[in-house]
């Protein structure tokens, strides 16, 4: 693939694999018999929740260019649902209802929209692309190691590095020892050679818990064969179970479905 998807409407969806180019997955260089439980040796804590809502700013920039400022909406329901609305100037733009094994999206801008599944989304980027792996990046949380890799972990200072590979992605997490937080979160292809960039920052405690939340996410994408495309979050609302969320997500009678 040789241009990134619109980062407004796969922000979530396409987060670690959109950029990438077709190619074929590749094992793991360190493969094991038995995975390490890196949840166990990793020191990062996740937020920790039933229901969650943020809203906050959205700014894209792809190819040199800055699109217009969003508006962005979050709504979560751990492990199971994440749902995100953008709207420029007072429009809804976009919708996304996300859950473990669909993704559906609607482009009001162009009157069409999008429906599949994870397995489809890995199989056309040829990434492996999870529910998990989104849920953990919008948030800020701790991604652990799939089944079958062997995490390496090493300690530098007040840093935790957490390193493993996930079919043609070394995938990296730097940990604050202090905060107990993911910092930076580094994903390369080995076979393309595009790398994806992820920084958590502003971290502040959220009620009821006083749990600590990523406020600031920014992303960077940069092509092997390309310009770097970013996109920077800035949440200004965070609630956690202050209430049941609703997820509304319903297709328009006359939307062309995007192949």
Request: with cysteine; proline share 5%; aromatic share 8%.
């Amino acid at each position: 693939m040789n241009r990134c998807f619109p980062l407004v409407l796969f922000l979530a969806a396409f987060l670690l694999g959109s950029c990438a180019r077709k190619t074929v997955p590749t094992a793991s260089k360190n493969p094991s018999t038995t995975p390490a439980p890196v949840a166990d040796v990793a020191r990062a804590s996740s937020v920790d929740f039933r229901y969650l809502s943020a809203k906050g700013k959205a700014q894209i920039e792809q190819e040199g260019n800055k699109l217009p400022t969003a508006n962005l909406t979050l709504r979560v329901r751990k492990d199971s649902i994440i749902w995100l609305s953008v709207s420029v100037a007072g429009f809804e733009g976009a919708r996304a209802y996300i859950t473990r094994d669909s993704v559906r999206v609607l482009n009001k801008l162009q009157r069409e929209y999008y429906a599949g599944d994870f397995a489809y989304l890995s199989q056309r980027l040829n990434v492996p692309v999870t529910f998990d792996q989104v849920q953990a990046i919008l948030l800020g949380n701790y991604l652990l190691a799939p089944t079958g890799s062997t995490p390496e972990v090493t300690t530098e200072g007040t840093t935790q590095r957490v390193q493993f590979q996930q079919a043609s992605l070394l995938v990296e997490q730097l940990i604050n020892l202090g905060q107990q937080k993911v910092q930076k979160l580094n994903v390369k292809d080995s076979q393309s050679q595009n790398n994806v960039t992820v920084d958590f920052s502003d971290f502040r405690a959220v009620a009821p818990a006083n749990q600590l939340f990523a406020y600031n996410v920014v992303l960077q994408i940069q092509q092997a064969q390309g310009p770097t495309s970013s996109a920077t979050i800035n949440y200004r609302n965070v609630d956690v179970d202050k209430e049941r969320l609703a997820f509304p997500f319903s297709v328009p009678s006359g939307y062309a479905r995007k192949k």
